[in-house]
């Protein structure tokens, strides 16, 4: 068994039923710049200010520290922010071991929903990062750019071959894929980003469209007016984004082809 899978094998994974509870999304690219901390932002303050049950955790992975340092003063009794030390290896890379635990421990026999969402650095190698597998869903965002989208195509296939490697080990459920267009500009953008991503096995979202609105949305102004500002803007496409983590299990598996959500 390689080491990737004794990481996993060894871990475990809480049953099913344990786990319907809880759903974990991550923001992976190994790409800079493509908003996964923008994103990260709108999906878990999307998700705490429209599920009122629900226990919403954001787990910044970048050293950076974008998203934590700018959330951290929503944190409520239903909302947790947490940049820890011991997610970490010396080097720099993600504590797998630490990390799975942790998903598994917060999944299991939860009563109320429960959704954890990871922020994760620029240069995330999937063959360093086995704990990708215990997420439910990985969404890659990425621009239109033809930087990005060679990024992006090369990513997605160092998630197959992660997939891959963990299909012939043991048995276990591949995460979904789905990309998420940022920085649109128009229609007509989105369609040939979709045409470059045709034949990548994965679902795409949405486009986000360019605004200038994000630009302030890690600041901490008095009374939140940008976050507001932003949260209100894009009000459907956050309909869409935490009704999509809602019904992952709708989608499963993840299609042969790129597919629009
Ligand atoms: N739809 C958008 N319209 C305009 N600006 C955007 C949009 N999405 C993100 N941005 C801006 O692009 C920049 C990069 O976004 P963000 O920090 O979320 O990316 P990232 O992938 O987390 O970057 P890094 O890899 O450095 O962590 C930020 O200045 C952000 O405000
Ligand atoms: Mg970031």
């Avoid at 996993?8 to 992976?28: L, M, P």
């Avoid at 983590?245 to 042969?256: E, Q, T, V």
Wanted: net charge negative; charged share 25%.
């Amino acid at each position: 068994m390689t080491e990737l899978a004794q990481t996993a094998h060894t871990v475990g994974r809480a049953n099913e039923d344990k786990r319907k509870n809880c759903n974990t999304a991550i923001f992976a690219n190994a790409k800079g710049g493509v908003g996964k901390s923008t994103l990260a932002l709108m999906l878990s303050l999307g998700i705490a200010t429209r599920h009122p049950t629900a226990d919403v955790e954001l787990i910044d992975l970048d050293n950076q520290a974008t998203s934590s340092e700018s959330l951290k003063r929503f944190s409520n009794h239903r909302f947790r922010v947490m940049n820890d030390d011991n997610l970490f290896l010396a080097s720099g890379s993600p504590n797998n071991g630490n990390i799975i635990n942790h998903i598994e421990t917060v999944a299991t026999g939860r009563t109320n929903p429960k959704y954890i969402v990871f922020d994760s650095p620029a240069g995330n190698e999937p063959g360093r990062s086995s704990f990708l597998l215990h997420c439910d869903v990985i969404f890659v965002p990425t621009s239109v750019s033809d930087a990005d989208i060679f990024a992006t195509q090369k990513y997605l296939t160092s998630l197959q071959q992660l997939f891959l490697r963990q299909r012939s080990d043991y048995q276990h459920k591949a995460p979904l894929v789905i990309i998420l267009p940022n920085l649109v500009d128009s229609r007509a953008e989105f369609n040939e980003l979709r045409k470059a991503l045709d034949e990548c096995p994965a679902y795409i979202g949405e486009p986000l469209y360019y605004s200038p609105l994000f630009r302030r949305a890690f600041r901490a102004e008095d009374d939140d007016k940008n976050v507001r500002d932003l949260l209100c803007a894009n009000d459907s496409y956050i309909q869409w984004l935490t009704a999509t983590l809602a019904g992952l299990d709708d989608l499963k598996p993840n299609p042969p082809k790129l597919f629009q959500l």
